[in-house]
């Protein structure tokens, strides 16, 4: 599909115009509105009108809601969001993770039953993986799920997740098992979040995006809330997380951050600085592609994702720090406030460039987190490395 470093059909730029017609032209009212209101959630109008076209999962069936097209689509779709500033989180966690879950290990029945309503944008998912004492370790995870009669008891903690309070539903990842491994015994379940016995709070902090701390006390499930096959959900989860790992929503953010801090007239001091990034986001996008390429031919493209993912997840950091260091240029006062709960739906002034460089600056330290930490992509490309070295001896 791609000659190097990588080039698009016809039909697949065609498709990237639409899409950029659609985000800057057609719902720039929407988008604008929704910054000024709540900069970090989606804006809903926007996600309804990509799910009109096919566009917030394309890779998908058509019986689903998608177009039957291929993960390079989906990608498309994904980068010109971030550049066109819109809060991805939902597609993220709806589509690629949750959405992507169900596609590849799903019954027909899930398939069915969820899958048009989240690429119509109609139906949220979370993903429920992190756990307050496991961190982003999912082999040290403590949430249990018993089998009780013909269904399932689920009891735990997740912690770290983003808009379970909006979500439906959540993919839940449990222990229903041991093994030879700790990564042994895990399994996947569709869980309804709005239940007796699912507790849901928000943790106070800098994300501008809070934080959720949930709660499964005894939850009962019907058998058919499991997803895939009992006990093997490791694999099915680092499959479903490459493709968040290609880093092309992070490249995205990193490029539509810096292009917004130069329409503000910046300190000398700053020349350099921006220069070197500038230099650095066509590496940044090369990267990305090359996990995309690789997805898309069906070949092993964990190490490459990880690396992409690390690489410029890291870069928005770097792009955020020069942004916090010639603040006084966008904001006029000499620090950011964090989000605080009481002004959780509201941003004061005006639906401009600094309303999004501000929330850049406590999105960005997460995006090193999301879809596993820079320290566990680095360990992907190590192992890759050295298993390819001991090949080659």
């Known amino acids: 599909m791609f000659t190097p470093p990588f080039t698009f059909t016809p039909e697949q730029e065609r498709l990237r115009q639409d899409v950029r017609e659609l985000l800057r032209v057609q719902c720039r009212e929407d988008l604008v509105r929704a910054r000024r209101a709540r900069p970090w959630r989606h804006p809903d109008l926007t996600y309804r009108r990509l799910g009109e076209h096919g566009w917030l999962a394309p890779d998908w069936p058509t019986e689903y809601g998608g177009l039957g097209l291929s993960i390079v689509e989906s990608a498309i779709v994904a980068e010109e969001m971030a550049l066109a500033g819109v809060p991805d989180s939902a597609r993220v966690n709806t589509v690629d993770n949750a959405g992507s879950t169900l596609l590849v290990a799903g019954t027909d029945e899930q398939k069915a039953r969820f899958l048009p309503a989240m690429a119509a944008a109609e139906r949220l998912f979370v993903v429920l993986y992190s756990e307050p004492e496991a961190g982003s370790d ?24 983003v808009g379970a309070n909006k979500a439906e539903y959540g993919i839940c990842l449990a222990r229903t098992g041991e093994g030879k491994s700790k990564y042994a015994g895990l399994s996947l379940f569709l869980v309804p979040l709005h239940v007796d016995g699912v507790r849901i709070g928000e943790i106070p902090g800098f994300n501008p995006e809070a934080f959720d701390h949930i709660v499964f006390d005894d939850v009962r499930l019907p058998a058919d809330a499991l997803v895939g096959a009992e006990g093997e959900a490791w694999q099915l989860v680092n499959e479903v997380l490459a493709v968040e790992r290609t880093g092309v929503y992070f490249y995205g953010h990193a490029q539509r951050w810096l292009d917004l801090l130069t329409r503000f007239e910046l300190p000398a001091r ?28 069906g070949e092993d493209a964990a190490a490459a994702a990880a690396g992409a993912k690390w690489w410029t997840s890291e870069l928005t950091s770097r792009v955020a720090a020069l942004v916090w260091s010639v603040r006084e240029a966008f904001t006029g006062r000499e620090q950011v406030v964090a989000r605080r709960p009481a002004a959780a739906d509201r941003v004061d002034g005006l639906p401009t460039d600094d309303v999004e460089l501000t929330t850049a600056l406590s999105e960005a330290p997460g995006l090193t987190v999301a879809g596993g930490t820079s320290e566990m992509m680095l360990a992907t490309v190590s192992a890759a490395l050295f298993d390819e070295a001991l090949e080659v001896a």
């Open 138 to 161: 999912l082999g040290g995870l403590a949430t249990h799920a018993e089998r009780e009669g013909d269904g399932w008891r689920l009891s735990g903690e997740k912690i770290w997740n």
């Open 270 to 297: 700053a020349v350099s600085d921006v220069r070197g990034l500038q230099a650095d986001l066509p590496a940044a996008r090369l990267l990305t592609w090359h996990a995309v390429e690789l997805l898309s031919r």
